[in-house]
């Protein structure tokens, strides 16, 4: 236990001695009481996958007792586009366990994830949280093992060019200020993150550098650790509200979107993934990838092309997955390969002796832990829905590990060179029209055991339709100033 709590950021495991998973009503208060805090924030996603905020002044004790314990009421029809305004009250209800101390607040303020409820106290079978909530139980119960999944946020600042140090074009990957820029919001952005409880792994500058119209354009990357998925689902959420409200701070603009200008390297929301069963990572084995692992991505290829309706939303998304972008187009997958749309990164197999290697006078044995195998699927971006589409992906694992054939798919998709030399792979949408039209020929999968409601999945094709883009490549290819209108358009997506 004092492993988990010993240098743990998170203000709230520090001060209450235990981990976040234990927080109860009490606790909070508790640190409530002990920290000065004045105000209470309710936060809950949008159906446009965005943070909300309800703001409360604490009162007295009995008051805060008592919004800890009822939560609220909202208008569930301005949040959710299928709710009507006939009958559109919803409960939200705090989930303890993700309490964090709101760093951007002038008065002492402490924030909670709230889940939606209906009028008869029941969950919100279409509301974000449960939607990932209802997948994993099922693939849980179903196949005895969990999922974990990481994101990698990629996001552009926008500033003016130094002319000191300019930067170089499409050569940003893990350069290093002064040739890279902002490094310090993405710092201090992470930094906030793990104090609100967010399992961090690295931060890095990422390739794509972009200098238009005197505009410096700076890529950056946060990536996060394995954690169950509506964990994941939660925090990438709330990562990238703190990476907007850093960035706001110091008067800069912060984009997610899959493109920023035409030709330059777009921004993915990579997620990878892991299959996890009595704490033992079933994706690899000292001989390497597992047949669990194998029939993981054969449910991610075989879904991969309704997967885009909720991680490539907007029409721009169908700029970045363009071949020679290392963004995917084919539905295929490969080790360390990055013309996949699913690929098998280095997961520290059989390499024991690194550490001794570069350490001569190291003698102390390397910490037993879990390994560290994941797979990555590289087709979402920053419009991606978080909770839908980690709840997607949670219903296409469970389609691979029970489909008979998934070990000869998987067999049969693998590429061992660039994906571009197999010309019998089928491809990924090019439009939101066609993955709505793909995501209602596999509704079935997605609906079954009750996980996405009918009509849920019926907005979201029909929102995906609204923007008319099928051909759009045809149609705007060479028209510069239609491009730019559409990419400007969409430039805070997600």
């Avoid at 009958?87 to 309490?99: G, H, I, M, N």
């Avoid at 949670?394 to 054939?405: H, M, P, R």
């Amino acid at each position: 236990m004092q492993d988990i709590i010993a240098l743990n950021p998170n203000k709230l495991v520090q001060y209450l001695d235990k981990p976040a998973e234990d927080f109860t009503r009490k606790d909070i208060i508790k640190f409530i009481e002990g920290n000065g805090i004045k105000m209470l924030n309710f936060r809950y996603i949008g159906g446009d996958g965005r943070l909300k905020t309800l703001s409360f002044v604490i009162n007295n004790k009995k008051h805060l007792d008592q919004i800890l314990s009822t939560g609220e009421r909202v208008d569930g029809s301005s949040l959710f586009s299928f709710i009507g305004a006939s009958s559109s009250d919803l409960y939200v209800v705090p989930r303890f366990k993700t309490a964090f101390i709101n760093p951007f607040s002038e008065a002492p303020t402490l924030d909670i994830l709230c889940a939606y409820y209906t009028s008869e106290g029941k969950p919100l079978e279409s509301s974000p949280e449960n939607i990932v909530r209802k997948a994993h139980k099922v693939l849980k119960e179903r196949t005895g093992v969990t999922m974990e999944a990481l994101g990698e946020l990629e996001f552009y600042l926008f500033s003016e060019v130094d002319s000191i140090y300019p930067i170089v074009q499409q050569k940003g990957y893990h350069e290093s200020h002064p040739f890279s820029k902002w490094g310090a919001i993405r710092l201090e952005a992470m930094r906030l993150i793990s104090e609100m409880g967010g399992q961090i792994k690295y931060g890095h500058a990422e390739v794509g550098n972009i200098i238009h119209n005197n505009i410096e354009m700076v890529q950056h990357e946060i990536e996060f650790l394995p954690t169950p998925v509506e964990d994941a689902a939660d925090l990438l959420v709330l990562a990238k509200w703190v990476i907007r409200e850093v960035a706001y701070k110091y008067n800069l603009e912060v984009s997610f979107a899959p493109k920023i200008i035409v030709g330059h390297a777009g921004s993915g929301f990579h997620i990878h993934t892991r299959l996890v069963k009595d704490n033992k990572n079933m994706m690899a084995d000292k001989n390497g990838l597992t047949d669990t692992a194998k029939k993981l991505i054969a449910g991610f290829l075989q879904m991969a092309p309704s997967l885009t309706a909720f991680g490539n939303t907007v029409p721009t998304s169908f700029l970045r997955l363009v071949p020679h972008q290392e963004a995917p187009t084919s539905i295929c997958w490969g080790d360390r390969n990055r013309s996949v749309l699913v690929r098998v990164p280095l997961g520290w197999i059989g390499v024991d002796n690194m550490i001794k290697d570069a350490n001569p006078k190291e003698q102390d044995e390397a910490p037993e832990c879990m390994n560290n195998q994941t797979v990555e699927l590289r087709s979402p971006d920053g419009s991606a829905n978080v909770h839908q589409l980690l709840a997607g992906m949670t219903i296409a694992a469970l389609y691979g590990l029970e489909q008979e054939d998934s070990l000869k798919i998987a067999e049969q998709l693998y590429v061992s060179v660039d994906a571009s030399t197999r010309s019998d792979l089928k491809q990924l949408p090019a439009s939101c029209w066609e993955a709505a039209d793909v995501l209602l020929k596999d509704r079935e999968i997605y609906e079954k055991y009750g996980v996405f409601p009918p009509g849920m999945i019926d907005k979201l094709a029909a929102n995906l339709k609204a923007y008319k883009d099928e051909n759009m490549s045809e149609k705007l290819f060479g028209n510069a100033d239609a491009l730019k209108e559409m990419v400007n358009k969409f430039i805070h997506c997600g």
